[in-house]
């Protein structure tokens, strides 16, 4: 796929799932710089600050599957603009009350509006694009720029304002939004009601083993994910081996990484064919994982970060391709994907967490590896069973 040969109506549409993806990055990765600041407003229990987060989590895996069906009713386009607004109501009423649990619904409401978001633009850029590694690297690229930013937007604003910054900041991300809401609406989208209507209960797609080969890639990759990116900093202090500045600086570190795994992978994943571009970049990914773990000097920590996070950047959008054609083909097979998927990311920082409690940080830290080597038998997998069914449905 290359830009130039795309016509007007998918090149606007493909700009504006890179600037919502934007911001869909922006505000899912901007709580956990909001959260200390909020509880600290409202005076919440810690117990009350977890479950926020869990309910952001609830609704992002509930939207996968809700994505999945109301477009077949009430079409894509509607759709998506009504699932989008819920992330405008979620940080209005953060900023206007601090009962707790409207709060919970109000990370709830984001949770919908992220998990909504993600499955629209995928799907999306998937199909425009013919399931091309470039374009879905671009996109999650997007993602990891608005992660990246939205945490010094937030420091940013509380030197400016004072304790009431973040309330700033949510205001800016519901104008974001806004504009997000605009962009959507001027898509011309190919809803195809009939097609889908006919196939809203066909699950054909569990059938198809690059489905099934997609799902255990990403299940096990996101399980990975949602530790390194949420525990590495507190693995990191609680193990005595960084101090709370140092860690916290790789932590924006591992996220610049995986910013530029994603734009190599834009740039020159179409070099290489998708199946051997993942083995190399799975395989990278656990042996810089190894690496990390026996790692105890700040300068093997840098190197170690750096190479998990530029090999982490490309395994999810390209793992999404490979299951294209389903994606294509049938309207709930996304949502099922992040779905599952999400499962395993909100699974496995629990189990890190108890074992973390029960034995030591670093055995919690390390259960990761049996996802990662998981993940890595599942593209070994694609690579030498399934890649050869390319295309065949």
Known sequence: MRYNELNDSDKYILLCCYFIFFVNGFYAMVFGAMIPLIS????????????????????????????????VYYGR?????????????????????????????????????????????????????????????????????GALISPFLVVVATRIFGDSGWKWTAGFIIVLIAISQVLFSKMEVNEQVETTKQKIKDYSFFKDPLFLNTIVILFFYLCAESVITGWLVKY??????????????????????????????????????????????????????????????????VFSVLGLGFTMGGVYPTAMTIAGVSIKKYPMAMGWLLIIGGIGAILM??????????????????????????????VLWYRLVNEKKEGIV
């Open 77 to 145: 386009k509607h759709s998506i603009l009504f699932l989008s607004s819920f992330v405008m109501l979620g940080f209005f009423i953060m900023i206007v009350t601090g009962n707790p649990i409207l709060l919970i619904m109000a990370f709830f409401f984001t949770g919908i509006s992220r998990g909504s978001i993600s499955n629209f633009n995928n799907k999306t850029v998937n199909d425009i694009s013919h399931s091309d590694p470039a374009a879905s690297n671009l996109l999650h690229s997007t993602f990891a720029i």
């Open 349 to 378: 920082p629990t189990i890190t967490g108890v074992l973390s409690e029960k034995v030591s940080v670093f055995a919690g830290f390390s259960a990761v590896i049996v996802a990662i080597i998981v993940m890595l038998i599942g």
């Open 236 to 301: 990191f202090i609680d193990s005595d081996i960084l101090q709370v500045t140092q860690a916290q600086l790789i932590s924006s570190l591992l996220w610049i990484a995986i910013l530029l795994g994603r734009l190599f992978c834009v740039f020159y994943g179409y070099r290489f064919k998708k199946g051997n571009l993942i083995t190399a970049i799975s395989i990278g990914m656990t042996i810089f994982y190894f690496l990390l773990l026996m790692s105890t000097n700040l300068s093997m920590i």
């Open 40 to 71: 600290a407003e409202y005076q919440l229990s810690d117990t009350v600050s977890g479950l926020l987060l869990s309910g952001h989590q609830l609704g992002n895996l509930i939207a996968g599957l809700v994505a999945g069906i109301l477009p």
